[in-house]
């Protein structure tokens, strides 16, 4: 009985310790994968905003179709073909650098990477919400008189543009994210 | 002599927990300085949306000189007013909550008002940046030919879209900022 009793509360502690010790590993690991799928969907927008920006660029880009329907002839179509440029720039570049940083090149300071994230994300999604609403009043302007290849292509760009924007909208909020806890952690 | 031997090992501790306790303390009142920052700074950028919404609104919905010089007569001009005017309820809205709360009031649980925050500064700031970039081009194209009071109004109200926009977007940034530590830690 004595035996019994000494070993109970040697045990109990032990299996305490024993469940506290797999915790931890369980919130370590939870974290590990938050983070893990926090980084997956934050390359997949990545990837779709590259995507579709230069859908965005390209199709306006190619939208010339002779006398008033050419795009270079409206400021707004001018507009939002920069405005995808840049987008496609931007996220060609951050494609890039998550390249070398997976082969294990050098990188930036992670404090300043996740700055740069956030920031390029979150000015290129402000910058891509102004073109497309620009170039949306004309265009519905010309369709009501008149619809061809010129309105139609000009609609296609001005909807890869809003979903390159969606895209670019949800990584700032990734990022913003990561950057807020970094700075406090 | 021994009554002195005594005091010292007694007074050292003291001391020692003293400074310990007023390095936490401190550490304590540094982190409130922070959050009263972030607390100030997010008042007076939705005092200053308010504001500058409330302008953006009144001087488009009053920009009526007949004829073609009338802002209820172009889309462009009559979103930017809705938009001016979801934003100025939506910051009322905020300083209403912030008074009950500061008079002791029953506010949201802290997690769902701070989501509320940071979902609608963000929201409001991208609904802004739209509606001033559409009314952007149909103001340029009518300042070529002729140069107005309807048309100075409409710059005007773009520009203190402009402004809130700014004041929003600093303001989403802060919440953000408050969501992502307040999940995390």
Redesign the interface.
């Given at each position: 009985m004595t035996d019994v009793e000494k070993a109970v509360p040697v045990a109990a502690p032990a299996e305490g310790a024993g469940g506290g010790r797999a915790g931890v590993v369980g919130a370590v690991l939870r974290q590990w994968r938050t983070q893990d799928l926090l980084d997956r969907s934050g390359s997949a927008l990545r990837a779709g905003a590259w995507a579709l920006s230069l859908l965005a660029f390209l199709v306006m880009a190619c939208n010339e179709h002779g006398d008033w329907k050419q795009f270079d002839r409206y400021?707004?179509y001018r507009y939002i073909v920069a405005i995808g440029l840049l987008a496609f720039v931007y996220t060609t570049l951050q494609l890039l650098r998550q390249g070398v940083r997976l082969s294990g090149g050098q990188d930036l300071q992670p404090k300043t990477g996740l700055l740069v994230d956030f920031a390029g994300d979150q000015v290129t999604?402000?910058l891509m919400?102004?073109?497309?609403?620009?170039a949306?009043?004309?265009t519905?302007r010309m369709r009501e008189g008149t619809d061809n290849v010129f309105t139609d292509s000009s609609a296609a760009s001005i909807s890869m543009a809003f979903l390159a924007f969606v895209c670019l909208?949800f990584s700032a909020?990734i990022s913003?994210?990561k950057l807020?806890?970094q700075?406090?952690?």
């Open positions: 400021e707004e999604a402000y919400m102004s073109a497309l609403s620009a949306i009043p004309i519905n909208a909020l913003g994210f807020a806890k700075t406090y952690i």
